[in-house]
Nanobody, 124 residues
């Protein structure tokens, strides 16, 4: 079974930076794409960024506007989300997810495995 564990969340001042990490463990028989989603209280899970297995394709939500960067190190089974110029509206629980087939996507239902999330709080 695949397990995904996020880390790197915390409390940060507006304009600051955080780097989230997601480590995958367990048996893997495919070359999956990875994605980051977030969920604020009272809202559904929304897409943030995704990356293909080979890193040749990356997609970002419009609100990123160059602030966030997704990248991965397959040898370490880890995907990262570097978040710069954070805003209070970025406050949410951030989840990583794995998608079979290797294609990037921005629909939560298209992902097969999910981590438990890491809290990001941006103060004004």
């Amino acid at each position: 079974q695949v397990q995904l564990v996020e880390s790197g969340g915390g409390l940060v001042q507006a304009g600051g930076s955080l780097r989230l990490s997601c480590v995958a463990s367990g048996r893997t028989f495919s070359s999956p794409a990875m994605g980051w989603f977030r969920q604020a209280p009272g809202k559904g899970r929304e897409f943030v960024a995704a990356i293909s297995w080979s890193s040749d394709n990356k997609i970002y939500a419009d609100f990123v506007k160059g602030r966030f960067t997704i990248y991965r190190d397959n040898a370490k089974h880890t995907v990262y989300l570097q978040m710069n110029s954070l805003k209070p509206e970025d406050t949410a629980v951030y989840y990583c997810a794995e998608r079979f087939g290797g294609y990037v996507g921005q629909t939560p239902s298209s992902y097969d495995y999910w981590g438990q999330g890491t809290q990001v709080t941006v103060s004004s």
